[in-house]
């Protein structure tokens, strides 16, 4: 019992704590260990998030040499040189993982950029103080609940910041999402894109009201990957995926794969079944 108020305390909430203390026990102390309002409208915060967002561009934009783009008004970190393009150039906004902007995110950055798309990912971990929501020594995730409202939150400010500017194709802007960052593209109720890719989630969360399904808005298409036996998920409240909640939904789809994989893009044929998707929802 001493242990259950310690990870209480630390905002450390699953849906095992849930079933011990009870349902509205639980509820009442999750509201406790949401963010304040207060943090959630400093634009100073959420702002870090997208000044510290990593950038792939396509050729003949990209190339060996970081730098800044000055003339973006975030100032956001750029894998290559970018000079202005003479062309509208299409988007995926990318949410990583719970860990944060790793090798497995990186990775994807680069073979997206190679398929023309530029990939901006913002750095949910250049918040002053952002707890984290996972231990991937253990596979423990859902440590920190209002972890989503930061998320969304980012999500809301990249996107206002994308349509500022001049050289993206607004008619092609997709959100893609990885584990954590997959979870929060399931979830974005926010319309304004012209399509989802969520990888390596089930859109199964059990008591996690707010994260269970599929909420992006009924004509926007919806690609879902994940792993039968992805070790993240095989609890009782989050063993499945996304196909549950994609019936009836024009142009979208679910893929399981067999194993185990949790970075499912690491399989060259998923990573050629996202392009396909986005290429057949492009605009």
């Known amino acids: 019992m001493i242990t259950l108020w310690k990870t209480l305390a630390k905002c450390s909430l699953n849906t095992t704590v849930m079933s011990v203390v009870g349902v509205a026990l639980a509820a009442a102390l999750t509201a406790a260990c949401q963010p304040s309002e207060g943090i959630r409208s400093d634009p100073s915060e959420v702002g870090r998030t997208w000044s510290a967002a990593k ?38 906004l990318y949410l990583h993982g719970c860990t944060g902007i790793e090798r497995d995110e990186r990775a994807d950055g680069y073979y997206l950029t190679r398929a023309g798309y530029v990939v901006i990912m913002p750095d949910s971990y250049a918040r002053t103080n952002r707890p984290s929501n996972c231990n991937p020594n253990t596979k423990a995730a859902d440590l920190f609940r209002g972890v989503y409202r930061f998320r969304f939150e980012e999500v809301d400010y990249a996107l206002e910041q994308i349509k500022q500017l001049s050289w993206v194709d607004h008619n092609n802007v997709f959100l893609m999402g990885f584990s ?58 989050n063993r499945g995926h996304c196909g549950d909640y994609l019936y009836g939904r024009k142009g979208s789809k679910s893929i399981l794969l067999d194993g185990s994989l949790h970075h499912v893009t690491a399989d060259a044929e998923v990573r050629e079944a996202v392009l396909q998707f986005l290429k057949l929802n492009s605009r």
């Open 55 to 92: 950038i792939w561009l396509p050729k003949p934009y990209g190339g060996s040499n970081p730098s800044l783009a000055w003339w973006i008004q975030s100032k956001s970190r750029l894998y290559g040189r970018f000079d202005p393009p003479d062309t509208k150039l299409p988007v995926i």
């Open 180 to 237: 954590e960052g997959g979870v929060t593209t399931a979830a974005y109720p926010r319309g304004d894109f012209t399509a989802r890719v969520i990888l390596g989630w089930t859109c199964h969360a059990g008591n996690w009201y707010e994260i269970r399904g599929v909420r992006a808005p009924e004509d926007e298409p919806v690609l879902a990957i994940v792993s039968r036996r992805d070790p993240w998920y095989q609890n009782p409240w």
